[in-house]
């Protein structure tokens, strides 16, 4: 073992036995003056991209902005890929709600990015960061770079290796099915919006539908999936148009979220067809519509989940990794909520 090995393990010694690490202890790790370490961490934009991102890391990883074994979190920050979208959307609103109010609570100051395309010297002494909805792999290269804990709210990453707090879809979409296939639904068309083939929460839906129509001897077909659009109505009317037309005779719709159940019965009302006397309706995710649209989610079959406890959850969660304690994620459980959308046949 050399010199700088010794050191380096001495240094993990100190911060694992709570003793603070000095400027000059990163300095003689990082093989520089320490007024140069004092300017990276204090006037970081007074020194080069290199160096200053090599003694900031090092200093994340021997604890010099934390103090003792329970780390008082002082910073954090929240980023949402389209962060507008997800503000103003009816699912998201409610884990930022959580998240911001549980950050409140905690007296931990907030800071909200749209993106990570920020020099790392505007960011370095946050403790960590919550990620809202679907994070971009750039998003997560990022945070592993500088070593910054951090967890997914609401939105599993592709293959959910990393601690992610998300609704139960899988039981979620096997009790929903249940019912509808118990009311003796058998001809069940899935409308959906704009999906990716590796995402994992549409896989873990799709996977859970596929299984609840094989433990009750209904076969699948993928000629029973319509795509139409999570933001589009017009798309969702074209598709429930084409659902109407088929030679299957679907007797119920069953939708991977509200918003598209939604837009599914406002095409219904509007081509005078009755829900559910002609075709059944369901949705999933429970979320709450705007006064003007009120009137269909009253009628709505759905599964609700609880989506402030899940931005609860997550910071809670993102607290415990920066104090050093494991946390693999949570899966928060899924409520039905029967209402007249969906018939007996």
């Known amino acids: ?29 990082c093989k520089v003056g320490v007024s140069t370490v004092s300017t990276a961490l204090n006037h970081p934009q007074k020194i080069g991209v290199y160096t200053r991102e090599r003694i900031i890391r090092t200093a994340r990883e021997l604890g010099y902005f934390s103090r003792g074994k329970e780390v008082s979190v ?17 699912y998201y609103q409610d884990v930022i709600f959580g998240i911001q109010n549980t950050l409140s609570q905690l007296m931990i100051p907030t800071l909200v990015l749209s993106n990570l395309d920020v020099d790392y010297s505007r960011i370095y002494d946050y403790d960590g960061i919550v990620f809202v909805g679907r994070t971009p792999p750039s998003f997560i290269q990022f945070v592993q770079k500088y070593k910054i804990p951090f967890v997914l709210a609401g939105h599993p990453y592709y293959d959910n290796h990393f601690p992610c707090v998300y609704q139960d879809t899988q039981s979620g ?4 099915m249940s019912f509808t296939i118990n009311c003796r639904h058998e001809r069940i068309a899935l409308l959906t919006g704009e999906v990716e083939e590796k995402d994992y929460a549409w896989n873990l839906f799709l996977s859970s539908y596929k299984w609840a129509l094989k433990r009750n001897n209904i076969e699948f077909d993928d000629q029973d999936i319509y795509q139409s659009s999570y933001h589009q109505v017009e798309k969702t009317e074209i598709a429930f148009n084409q659902i109407l037309s088929s030679k299957k005779r679907y007797s119920t719709i069953f939708c991977s979220s509200d918003l598209i159940a939604c837009f599914a019965m406002m095409a219904a009302k509007k081509y005078e067809i009755s ?62 909520q029967i209402r007249e959308s969906v018939r007996r046949v």
């Not at 240094?11 to 603070?20: A, G």
């Not at 979409?173 to 929903?176: D, T």
């Not at 309706?281 to 269909?296: C, E, Y």
């Not at 809670?316 to 994620?329: A, C, E, P, Q």
Request: hydrophobic content about 40%; charged content about 25%; some cysteine.
């Open 275 to 336: 829900i559910p006397k002609d075709i059944s309706i369901s949705g999933f995710d429970g979320i709450k519509f705007p006064r003007h649209l009120s009137p269909f989610q009253s009628s709505l079959t759905t599964m609700a989940c609880d989506r402030e406890r899940i931005g609860q959850e997550a910071v809670k969660g993102l607290v415990k990794l920066i104090n050093k304690d494991s946390f693999s994620g949570k899966v928060i459980p899924m409520i039905p």
């Open 74 to 90: 002082k910073k954090i920050i929240i980023v949402a890929d389209n962060y507008k979208d997800y503000f103003f959307g009816e």
């Open 173 to 176: 979409v096997l009790e929903l």
């Open 1 to 29: 073992m050399n010199k700088c090995e010794i050191f380096n393990n001495r240094l993990r010694y100190i911060y694992m036995t709570s003793e603070k690490p000095t400027l000059e202890m990163i300095a003689k790790s």
